[in-house]
């Protein structure tokens, strides 16, 4: 981890961006505009937002179709059980029934 580069900590994105393909996977991924405040890279997107469009990139990167990627941004959602639980009938619908 260099201490200098605001984005050397994120663990999930080195170990995909190390990762090679696994047919069949799927990914639903959320956030939530109010999720966090912080801003580590001065870029105007919240960490935790930004850390998930990074992440959807790596999985493009390694080969994976927009259609095995879900990506739910919630607007005013929080990382909470309330957003979770507006948004667990779309995953549901996502998961099980397409």
Do not use: C
């Amino acid at each position: 981890m260099n201490p200098n580069e605001p984005d050397s900590h994120r663990i999930m994105h080195d170990i995909l961006h190390r990762s090679l393909k696994r047919e069949g996977l799927q990914f639903w991924l959320q956030t939530g505009t109010k999720d966090e405040e912080e801003d580590r890279n001065k870029n105007g997107v919240i960490d935790s937002i930004d850390d998930t469009l990074d992440i959807i990139d790596e999985l493009k990167r390694l080969g994976y179709s927009e259609t095995a990627i879900r990506y739910v941004e919630v607007e005013n959602g929080y990382h909470n059980p309330e957003t979770w639980a507006g948004v667990l009938p779309d995953f549901l619908t996502w998961a099980f029934w397409k």
